[in-house]
């Protein structure tokens, strides 16, 4: 009984590899090995995909000549975001991200300095308050603005902050 578990898994090692180049063991390892790279890539394409959010971009993003192409969840549930922003002219002023749920209702809003030289590009990161339920949101209304005269934009907030409910 042995012998034939034995046989019938080196049968299946002999098929899987067919009659390439090298030794049997490496062309079973490449097989192998090439099955579990396909299948954590697949594994990964599909947290990537859950990690997207949907954007809804106000006229103004465009009216300072700035594209948004990406808005990720940094952390499932952790109300961390980032958007990717691109840029073809010098920008210096504030992102405001609502986040909305599925009546359209806002639950949370995160604000973050933008400073991008011309044609320029950066991750922006959002940090929404520690309450909001990250579960419930559907997509996040995004808009930037210059800041008002002698007006100081905060950095965006350490993860310490918004647990503390520091004014940001």
Same mark, same amino acid.
């Given at each position: 009984? %042995?012998?034939?578990?034995?046989? !019938?898994?080196? @049968? !299946?090692? #002999? &098929?899987?590899?067919?009659?390439?180049?090298? @030794?049997? *063991?490496?062309? /079973?390892?490449?097989?192998?090995?090439?099955?579990?790279?396909?299948? +954590? @890539?697949?594994?990964?394409?599909?947290?990537?995909?859950?990690?997207? &959010?949907?954007?809804?971009?106000?006229?103004?993003?465009?009216?300072?000549?700035? +594209?948004?192409?990406?808005?990720?969840? %940094?952390?499932?549930? @952790?109300?961390?975001?980032? &958007?990717?922003?691109?840029?073809?002219? =010098?920008?210096?002023? !504030? #992102?405001?991200?609502?986040?909305?749920? !599925?009546?359209?209702?806002?639950?949370? %809003? /995160?604000?973050?300095?933008?400073?991008?030289?011309?044609d320029d590009a950066a991750y922006v990161d959002l940090l929404f308050p520690p309450q909001m339920d990250s579960n419930l949101v559907r997509k996040y209304r995004v808009s930037? %603005?210059? *800041? +008002?005269?002698?007006?100081?934009? =905060? =950095? *965006?907030?350490?993860?310490?902050?918004?647990?503390?409910?520091?004014?940001?």
């Amino acid at each position: 009984m %042995r012998s034939w578990k034995y046989l !019938a898994g080196l @049968s !299946a090692v #002999m &098929v899987l590899t067919g009659c390439g180049e090298g @030794s049997v *063991p490496e062309q /079973a390892g490449s097989t192998i090995g090439g099955t579990v790279v396909d299948f +954590a @890539s697949g594994l990964g394409k599909g947290v990537d995909e859950k990690m997207l &959010v949907e954007l809804e971009l106000e006229s103004s993003v465009a009216e300072y000549g700035l +594209a948004i192409t990406v808005g990720k969840n %940094r952390d499932l549930g @952790s109300g961390r975001t980032a &958007v990717y922003v691109v840029t073809e002219k =010098p920008f210096t002023g !504030a #992102m405001l991200v609502k986040a909305l749920d !599925a009546s359209g209702n806002e639950i949370g %809003r /995160a604000t973050s300095s933008v400073t991008l030289k011309q044609d320029d590009a950066a991750y922006v990161d959002l940090l929404f308050p520690p309450q909001m339920d990250s579960n419930l949101v559907r997509k996040y209304r995004v808009s930037v %603005r210059l *800041p +008002a005269e002698g007006e100081v934009i =905060p =950095p *965006p907030a350490s993860t310490e902050e918004a647990a503390d409910n520091t004014p940001v």
